[in-house]
Nanobody, 117 residues
Framework: QVQLVESGGGLVQLGGSLRLSCAASGIIFSIIDVDWYRQAPGKEREWVSSIGPGGSTSYVDSVKGRFTISRDNAKNTVYLQMNSLKLEDTAVYYC???????????WGQGTQVTVSS
């Protein structure tokens, strides 16, 4: 059974940093793409970043230069390091992944990130 568990969210001041974690079971992160999404109140879920099996990364323009996605294959965990946080980064952050040979995308339960001034 595939399970994704996010952690690391919290309340942080403007300009601060947080590191989110997404730990997986029942799925091998090292051989698939893993994504981070976020959903702010009243807004649609937005793709934030991805990391591929070879380590390639991509980011939405609004977080480029501030967020870094990485992966620890030994821990089967993907991270999202978030620096220079802005008020507009406030959202629930989700990780997602789709196993090979599967049409289903799995999601974690989300972790709340709140940036305060």
């Amino acid at each position: 059974q595939v399970q994704l568990v996010e952690s690391g969210g919290g309340l942080v001041q403007l300009g601060g940093s947080l590191r989110l974690s997404c730990a997986a079971s029942g799925i091998i992160f090292s051989i698939i793409d893993v994504d981070w999404y976020r959903q702010a109140p009243g807004k649609e879920r937005e793709w934030v970043s991805s990391i591929g099996p070879g380590g390639s990364t991509s980011y939405v323009d609004s977080v480029k230069g501030r967020f870094t996605i990485s992966r620890d294959n030994a821990k089967n965990t993907v991270y999202l390091q978030m620096n220079s946080l802005k008020l507009e980064d406030t959202a629930v952050y989700y990780c997602s992944a789709q196993p090979l040979a599967s049409s289903k995308t799995y999601w974690g339960q989300g972790t709340q990130v709140t940036v305060s001034s």
